[in-house]
């Protein structure tokens, strides 16, 4: 820590003993001074020079005998300025005598930031809206960083992997707050619908020590849509053949000069008879959900205040199992059931609140206070004997402040934030009896990152984190990521990172319930005997993560064309394993050995014209964790993955009239199934899966401005998982299970929907 400081104070030295240069560019519009981004400032001899950043700040050192110095922007007249004098702000006039030329361009609906430290993935709205995005965990369809997959053969729910880890290891926020953790590990993906959604960004390693101490894989947030900036009026309308329908309605308005308000409605209605692989169970639940989202935005530049209050209240039905349970041949909650099936009822009450404070004269001085709370009752039931009830009530408070150390060159930011959760959670297993897992999570962080950034060719965020938490103790989570401009037009990204979580067991693998499996704790030691029951002996979840990143972009043929080469490696010190390896019991032990994950991905985008983009990327994970039985490789896992995606965004003509068309196509290479020799042969399934190769394509009218109708087909293939459950026909006997999920079981599914907006 000494050193640290050290450096620190080194960095300050310089600044403040050398002969710099620095000040602010403007430009007054309507009385208010308004930043220049990107004007040039350079020395009239030619030695030096920089552009300023986004506030309009510049900053030029060792100017040693220079004179003179030049602003100047284009669509303004330069001003050649003497460098003996300070200069706390330069006003730049725009030049009357320049005819206006628009410069149109095609901005991609998914792109990798070339000028962050960390490797950060945006995916636009303009991108969710090439497949059937209904929710977050439908929404990484046409990104190859991301791995979606069903968790099992009844729930019909979807789960993402980065890394080659399951999602509980990746920070999924909401506009920077975090939001899946806890009981919402199971189905909160779902709660938040696509056509909310203005922007996701996919951060792989290490995430920000601002965000917490959770990220072992990366983070995934999701900016939501502004009422300032949204549209007065969304309207979206979505059936399957699978007889989903959803509907979005968005209604935007102003209240006044500085506040606006967004009303964003979600429902969707499940009614489905489909059972296409003939197991005799729905290959979807039945169901249906509310979903309500009040948006007031505050806005006042003036005093640079900008705040946003949200209230959200979500509910959230299904139904699943056999086709008769479903049906209602019996009444439900029998005790003499001879169907199986069940259901799970979730009520949410969300409110939060960010509030943002810059300085107007002091650009680069910034506070800002997050506050959200969240409430969860949710139950499942599963079959005729289990059941996961949990209410949970969390708080979240988060202070951060921005500053600069001399220049801005070198930032920094530090804060405090606070987390409590408060678990009522119980657990009915063949096995366990009203098992009582209530608890109590409070923690208490601080925080402090310092970004160098030479507005050149490097940028450097180092970070570190001090948590106390009542059940992990204290621990210190450190951050660093590194870009460096190697050629004008290759980046290099390197990044390192240690991780903390708790392990939500049930939450996280709701999926085994859904099957005749005993759940045990136990110790690594096959010798040794199991404990009874003892669900708060499991270590916490201890993690670093190492990667590095290169983007190479470049012309082939005249066309636009970029490589990106991932590699990463995610080591765990400490790991709950979840073992799965015998057909009868899921064990939970604490990890003696090795757990590792390591992923390399290459991917290749192409502009082949205007409107048509290429996009390539092949995937390796290697990703093996020692069990009892030994080192073995995760199971479902895809060890390769081949992704190709290609898309057509037509011209428009007078009327705004275009077409477009995107397909995707995903293979997946073999993965490994959790043994089943101990079973009788007929309930046997083989070592590893078959290859998939799953299809996805839509087609999009848009007729004007306002109006458009897309139709889509996912698993054009008709690939259909018919071993999803083994002992289908015996759902209480003791070889049922319906978690060895590797593909599809509903075969093809199309749909149809529209889209209406008024700007």
């Known amino acids: 820590m000494k050193q640290v400081f050290s450096l620190f104070f080194l960095l300050c030295s310089a600044t403040f003993f050398s002969q710099n240069l620095s000040g602010r560019v403007v430009e007054i519009i309507d009385d208010n001074e308004v930043p220049i981004v990107g004007a040039n400032i350079y020395l009239v ?62 901005e991609k609906s998914s792109s990798v930031s070339l000028l962050s430290s960390a490797n950060v993935l945006k995916i636009s709205s303009e991108e969710l809206l090439k497949a059937a995005c209904c929710n977050l965990a439908e929404s990484f369809e046409t990104t190859p960083s991301i791995d979606v997959n069903f968790s099992d053969a009844i729930s019909g729910r979807k789960q993402i992997n980065m890394l080659g880890l399951a999602s509980p290891n990746i920070l999924i926020s909401i506009e920077n707050i975090p939001a899946i953790r806890g009981a919402l590990n199971a189905y909160g993906l779902t709660f938040i619908p696509g056509t909310w959604i203005e922007s996701i960004q996919v951060a792989k390693g290490s995430g920000s020590v601002v965000n917490g101490y959770e990220s072992i894989s990366g983070q995934i947030n999701a900016e939501l849509l502004k009422p300032l900036t949204d549209k007065k009026f969304f309207l979206n309308s979505y059936y399957n053949s699978m007889e989903r329908l959803e509907l979005n309605a968005h209604y935007t308005a102003t209240l006044n000069q500085k506040l606006d308000y967004g009303l964003y409605l979600h429902t969707n209605n499940n009614d489905t008879s489909a059972d296409n692989n003939n197991d005799g169970f729905r290959d979807n639940p039945t169901g249906k959900q509310l979903n309500v989202l009040n948006r007031f935005q505050y806005t006042n530049l003036e005093k640079g205040l900008v705040g946003f209050f949200d209230l959200n209240y979500v509910y959230d039905e299904r139904v699943y199992g056999q086709n008769e349970y479903i049906d209602g041949f019996y009444p439900i909650f029998n005790e003499n059931q001879i169907y199986w099936g069940g259901n799970t009822d979730a009520e949410i009450l969300k409110t939060n609140f960010k509030f943002g404070y810059v300085n107007p004269e002091i650009t680069y001085r910034s506070l800002g206070i997050q506050f959200a709370y969240t409430g969860i009752d949710m139950g499942a039931s ?11 009530s969390s708080i979240y408070t988060n202070l951060v ?7 801005t060159q070198n930032k920094i930011k530090t804060g405090i934030s606070i987390s409590y959760d408060e678990y009522n959670e119980y657990v009915n297993n063949l096995n366990i009896n009203g098992f009582d897992i209530s608890r109590t999570e409070k923690s208490i962080g601080a925080y402090f990152e310092y970004n160098y950034d030479n507005l050149d060719n490097l940028n450097l965020s180092a970070g570190i984190r001090y948590d106390n938490h009542n059940i992990i103790g204290n621990f210190i989570s450190p951050r660093l990521h590194v870009r460096y401009q190697a050629l004008p037009k290759t980046t290099i990204k390197m990044s390192a990172g240690k991780a903390n979580r708790i392990a939500n067991l049930f939450s996280e693998n709701q999926k085994l319930f859904y099957s005749s499996r005993l759940i045990s704790f136990s110790s690594a030691d096959a010798s040794s005997e199991f404990m009874s ?29 970029q490589l990106i080469i991932d590699y990463y490696i995610t080591d765990f010190d400490s790991r709950v394993v979840v073992d799965w390896e015998s057909p009868s019991n899921i064990l939970f032990y604490n990890l003696v050995g090795r757990s590792y994950a390591k992923s390399f991905q290459a991917q290749f985008s192409y502009s082949l014209a205007n409107s048509i983009d290429l996009l390539f990327a092949y995937k390796n994970n290697d990703a093996k964790t020692d069990y009892i039985s030994g080192r073995q490789q995760n199971p479902l896992t895809p060890s390769n993955r ?46 590893f899966s078959s290859k998939l190769d799953l299809i996805n394509s839509q087609i999009t009218r848009v007729f004007s401005d306002s109006f458009e109708v897309y139709l889509g087909v996912e698993n054009l293939t008709n690939y259909k998982q018919t071993d999803g459950i083994i002992s289908n026909s015996d759902p209480f006997g003791q070889y049922f299970d319906a978690t060895m999920i590797y593909g599809p079981v509903s075969g093809r599914m199309s749909y149809i929907g529209l889209r209406y907006k008024i700007n």
Do not use: C
């Open 533 to 561: 029951y003892n669900y708060f002996d499991m270590k916490p979840e201890v993690a670093w993560n190492y990667g590095a990143s290169i983007i190479q972009s470049f012309r082939l043929f005249g066309k636009d064309s």
């Open 45 to 106: 001899d030619g030695s030096k020079g920089v552009v300023s950043d986004q506030n309009g700040i510049f900053f030029i050192k060792d100017i040693n005998d220079a004179r003179e110095f030049v602003v100047s922007y284009i669509g303004y007249l330069n001003d050649t300025l003497k460098t003996k004098n300070k200069y706390s702000k330069i006003i730049l006039k725009q030049d009357s005598s320049l005819e206006a030329i628009t410069i149109k361009f095609k």
């Open 382 to 392: 599963f079959g005729n004997s289990s059941y996961h009830d949990t209410k949970q």
């Open 401 to 407: 402040y921005n500053s600069i150390i001399g220049n």
């Open 642 to 687: 081949f992704f190709l995606n290609l898309s057509y965004d037509g011209p428009s003509n007078e009327k705004s009239r275009k077409w477009k068309f995107d397909v995707t196509y995903n293979h997946l290479g073999k993965q490994r199934i959790p043994s089943t020799i101990q079973n009788p042969e007929i309930f046997r399934l083989d070592p």
